[in-house]
C-alpha cells in the first residue's frame, strides 16, 4: 500500500499521519491547543518515534464536527485540506 502524496498540510510528503505543529498552525491555535484535543479525544492521533501524529482521516472528522458546531468560527474551510480517498 502506498501512502505517500502530497500534503497541503505541512508540505510532507506522507499525507496520512501530519504532525502535530503544522496542523496547529493551519487551525490558527497553539501546538498545545493540539495536544489537549488529542489528550481529550477530539482529534485522533498516535506517538510515532516519540512525536504524535495526527491520522489525516481523524483530523477531516475533527474539521467536519467543528463545521457543524455553531459556537466555533468556520474558518476551517480556508484550510484547503483534502480528503482522504
Keep these: 500500500m502506498n501512502e505517500t502524496a502530497c500534503c497541503d498540510v ?6 496520512l499521519w501530519l504532525p502535530v505543529r503544522p496542523v496547529a498552525a493551519r487551525l490558527c491555535v497553539s501546538p498545545q491547543t493540539m495536544y489537549n484535543l488529542i ?11 516519540g ?7 481523524g483530523f477531516d472528522a475533527y474539521l467536519q464536527r467543528r463545521e457543524k458546531s455553531p459556537r466555533l468560527p468556520a474558518a476551517h474551510t480556508q484550510l484547503g485540506i483534502h480528503a482522504e480517498s
Design 10 to 15: 505541512c508540505g510532507c510528503s506522507i499525507s
Design 39 to 49: 489528550r481529550d479525544g477530539q482529534v485522533q492521533a498516535v506517538k510515532m518515534g
Design 51 to 57: 512525536q504524535w501524529r495526527i491520522r489525516h482521516a
